[in-house]
């Protein structure tokens, strides 16, 4: 689901696409996508729309700066990056996970819920895999608006038009529409990759392991000294010494956050 750093080789061609939106079934496929790891690596992306012939180069430049090293790419925020994606890399598969979209309306609506609520920002700051997430959030719903038009609550009607762009847009012998209830065969063909035998199919549910995710980071941000990083320093308060705990960020977690999701868009986005 995005929620760890996947690590590039250098020099590797993006071959898979992700054009499917959130909650179509991107945990599910990236899963799947995961299972091939020798050849299959996911990253998540900024995303923007480029304005202008320039502007849209050097978003370009970006985007393979990026993304050199993996191989495919799924769900928010490369799924709307797709045109983008294709001048990159011409031989790529563009693959669109789909649902039904009355199902997918309703999910959307649960998921923005959850992830707007105002408590998120302080809960989350003493996670320093996390207390970008709220700016992360943000960016996407600005680049959802720049893309489709629509802010809160997501409809039908983005769902629909990005699927017909996909349709007139992506030669034919290059989209490939899967619902993941159909199990590994039609990703294998796609790709030309050999079934996993006596393997299932992941069968990732969305809301539930968002969840999961959300309750298990909340209480760790609010209840705990956790363990990332603690360094102490003493309070002299009242002639007392008093241990406090203060938390320090790795870097390597700090470049992943600010050098490749939040600067680049705020780059990008000066530029629109």
Known sequence: MGQRYSQPRPGTRLQVIGAGLPRTGTASISRALEFFSTVLYITVLNQWRPEGISIRRSNLDLIKERVDGFVAITDSPGSTLVREFMAIYPDAKVICTVRDIEAWERSMATVSSKSTQWFLRF?????????????YIDALRQQ??????????????????????????????????????????????????????????????????????AKKHINRGAF?????????VEDYTFGKAKKLWCLTMPDSIEVVFKERLIRPLQRVMKNL
């Open 123 to 135: 809960v989350l700051f003493p996670l320093p895999s996390l207390r970008y997430f709220v700016d």
């Open 144 to 213: 959802w608006f720049l893309k489709f038009g629509e802010t809160e609550p997501v409809t039908s009607s983005s769902y629909n038009e990005h699927v017909t762009w996909l349709k007139e847009n992506v030669p034919e012998d290059r989209l490939v529409f899967i619902d993941v209830r159909d199990g590994w065969e039609p990703l294998c063909k796609a790709l030309d990759l050999p079934v996993p035998k006596d393997v299932p199919f992941p069968r990732i549910n969305d809301s539930q392991a968002i969840d999961s995710f």
């Open 224 to 232: 705990s000294p956790i363990d990332i990083g603690l360094g102490r």
